[in-house]
């Protein structure tokens, strides 16, 4: 099915973060009880149409840091061949890391990420630092670059200054979606966030993506936010449009 337009009406929520009085969290309420759910290899058709196997991994991934890059690179060491189908070419003399705009990020090879293993390939299909993070039992957010764990959650920040003169960071924390991804992004040949394929999920965002919401917005935060957010799903699920609340227009009507 198509995807919803870009721009519907959104709710959003306001609150101090309970450990930090000087940053106000701005959260999407829409998305975060949305059903979107990640459709990798179930339905997926990709960002491109030339690689749809590769699902949003065609680019590769930008390093937001320094420490980023020198975590990923700690993780890369302990991929084996039989875990990351790329892994004689990603040791190699050209190695995993390229430059683009003089940012490394990670290296793509006919069409997708380095670390992205084919249909079939013995160690698992797709982001060989994913199936090394199930292989050590720890969360794919310890191994892989954080553009890759974060996505469809976007997070920036905003300031507010008070007519007393006080101010406050803002953590804004909502979806991803085509504008996210720069002028490029409306050119992109699918794409999950608005699309009804993806909006399948049996938990609301907020609850299977709590483990990176947590690690974007903090322990307390999370804890606030989910209070507002349970009570919003439990009202969706009561169908209260007399409240002037309505679901992601992608999601199950």
Known sequence: MPEVPLDFPRQW???VNPADPDQMIRADLTWLT??????FGRGCKGISAERPDAGCCVHGAHFSEKKDEKRVRQWVKLLTPELWENHDLGQ???GWIEKEDGA???????G???FHNSEGFAGGYGCALHHLAEQEGVSFIETKPEVCWQLPLRRTYDNLSYEDGRERTVLVLGEYDRR?????GHDLD?????????HIGTEPVYISSRDEIVALIGEASYAELKTIC????????????????????????
């Open 230 to 253: 349970d009570a919003r799903d439990e009202m969706l699920r009561g169908n209260r449009k007399d409240l002037g609340l309505s679901p992601h227009p992608a999601d199950p009507v």
């Open 92 to 94: 190699g003399k050209r």
């Open 190 to 198: 699918w794409y999950c966030t608005g699309n009804t394929d993806a």
């Open 180 to 184: 996210g991804w720069g002028e490029g």
């Open 13 to 15: 929520v306001e609150f």
């Open 112 to 114: 997708a990420c380095i």
């Open 104 to 110: 490394d990020k990670t290296r793509v090879i006919d």
């Open 34 to 39: 949305s059903r979107w759910t990640c459709i």
